[in-house]
């Protein structure tokens, strides 16, 4: 029988034996622990040498943010005490583990560790990781001189920690002054530390170091180690660790340290830890089945990230500002027209944090509101690339911040190519929304239409008999409204002055649906009295695109144009209409994020379909450009409801309509159309009533009458 035992620095409450067959050899494990003793560890040395087939060595460095006690010096010494047996640190072998468990996690849960904030304490110690994580991300730290020297300092880079590994030589024997590991600099260094591990997202870190931390630091982390056993799991559980991704195999129902396995497969084979070559331990790998461990210390969490970019969509957004909304008070007009036009140049910056979304599936995500600063005017006046530099700052901060998708909102995405070029340059994913807006548009108005009950219900699988317009409809939104509405309503009206466009529309919209009744125009007011419902999705940054006062009463208008193509003024005119501001969204869990002009806990399709994607773990660029795939509004519909999205309570230019208002709204419009109906049947009347043949006179005959006492009399 063989023997392998690993002598571990570590604590010896967690020593444990078992006897197991192993690549066909039976042998008998032991783990000893020496409470960081290196004389206790040198004595076991010498007693196992003559007894144990192969000895692993783990090494534990100091937990507190210092000068590490023990280096690969403190190792080799270790090592070479025992002399007739070989001894193993395990190093190679833990580096793949380690490595592959990154790569695993990546691929089963889905780009994982795009743009994550990654704390690593040892970049030298993990090299070999640290380089395959700069696959994934650019937002890695590396503690080294602050743990190794007591500096207060953390590199950001790959090219940091190379240039601090050509000096290291130096800093290995440099002990330093007393001044620098007590008093303000160590507590300066620890608090560098924790303050580091707070904004993480992912901490690489061996298990042991990471026992005078907690909750502050360690709450919602992934946390990638080595070697986590069921005490260290509750533990982590303890202090809100979100998950964590092991280097370490399950195997015999023990966690067995890369220096312990290392030492079992030097036994088994009879090999010296230089003979064993890579290929050896893929073969003993693949022929174990050993797989990483993703453990979830609280049950399943996963939370993706994600940035969203907004702008003012007027001067009045300014105002928001308390000294701005009092400067314009005793200012000039001119005042306003500057600042609106200094604001287009102003870097991006962070207006909110989007936090508490969560999706039935147990997904969470968290994201950011990115501001840049012009309005719709400015946006317009400058050039696409103007704007196109702007939105890759913002796509910069965004990815520095962790997010792992990035989101177009209002104008940013009507710009130049409609996020084409943003999506090629930009170092993560973009989407510009117009997928769930045009999917939301339609929710939205479909649903309004069953309030409202002024329609017939259909009869079987025929459609719907109604009239729908929609204004704007060679646009990204437009068309895809265009295509659905071509699938349920009777008749359907395309109104855009794209001449050119609205036939190549239609011709592709009859490819797809041949039954559909299609009319097209260049004018909306044309046909505007006669329409069920309008959808206007235009980009005409506040321009008149119809007259109100023509439409119908009881008519559902969509408005899903920002700026709006009806203002409030406008909407005011006709009581007996409903206007909606297209389809929010009811966001999933407990929201909390700053006003963006709509209820707690809503926000509008285009963010809706940025966080269902990072829900959803879709990290691509999913709606860009102008010609928008009606598959993916389905998709992207689906994935919402999948994910916990609803359709908010719909809104209009005042807030959200309640019941008693579309009651409101209906009975106005039944009202006006009896009106209508009387107004138009009383010329009917009029007109019948003249065209009715008078009776003719009969004419009179002369009778000779007698004259009598009474005629006489009545005569005189």
Known sequence: MKHVVSISLGGSHQDFEFTARFLGQKMTVR????????????????????????????????????????????GARLAAVATRVPVTTGARLGEIFLEWAVRHAQIKLGAYFNSAKVLFFSGLAQQRLAQSMAEYTDNLQFADPLLQLGVPKLLTSLDALALYARGAHYAANWTPPRVMTVG?????????????????????????????????????????????????????RDKGVNM?????PFLFHHVLAPNLLDAMIIAATGKSPDEILDDDYLEIITDLQIEPRIIYPNGFRRVNRFAFVIHPLSQEYFKKIKAIDVLSRVSPPVFMDALERVMAYAPPFVYSKVTGIKSPTGVEAEGWLISVGGTPKEIMSHSPEFTYRRLLDAAKMAKRLGAQIMGLGAFTKVVGDAGVTVAKRA????????????????????????????????????RVKFKAMVVGATGAIGSVCSRLLAKAAEEVYLVSPETAKLLALKESILQETPDAKLFLSARADK?????????????????KVLDIMKVKPGCVITDVARPLDLPPEEVAKRPDVLVIESGEIQLPGDVKMKNIGLPQGVAYACLAETIVLALEGRFENFTVGRAIEWEKVREIYKMGLKHGMKLAAISGVNGPFTDEDIARVRELALAARAQQAAAAKRPQQRAVKLARPRPVARPRTAVPRRKTAETGAAAA
């Open 184 to 236: 303000l600099l160590q507590d300066w260094a620890k608090y560098v530390l924790r303050r580091a591990m707070s904004s993480a997202t992912v901490i690489v870190a061996p298990v042991h170091e990471l026992d005078d931390f907690g909750l502050e630091e360690l709450g919602g982390k992934t946390i990638i180690t080595s070697t986590v056993n069921d005490e260290r799991i509750a533990q982590f």
């Open 427 to 462: 170092p993560l994913p973009i989407t510009t929304g117009n997928s769930y807006s045009a999917s939301g548009a339609l929710w939205a108005a479909h649903d309004a239409v069953l309030r409202m009950g002024l329609l017939p219900k259909p009869v079987g699988k025929e």
């Open 244 to 248: 964590i991704v092991d280097g370490a």
């Open 527 to 543: 046909d505007i009295a006669d329409m069920d419902m309008i959808v206007t999705a235009t980009s005409g940054a506040g321009k």
């Open 31 to 74: 783990r000893v622990g020496t409470d960081g003793s290196i004389a206790k560890a040198a004595k076991l040395l010498k007693h196992w040498e003559s007894r144990a087939n192969a000895i692993g060595l783990g090494m534990v460095p100091d937990s507190s943010a210092g000068p590490r006690r023990f280096n690969e010096k403190d």
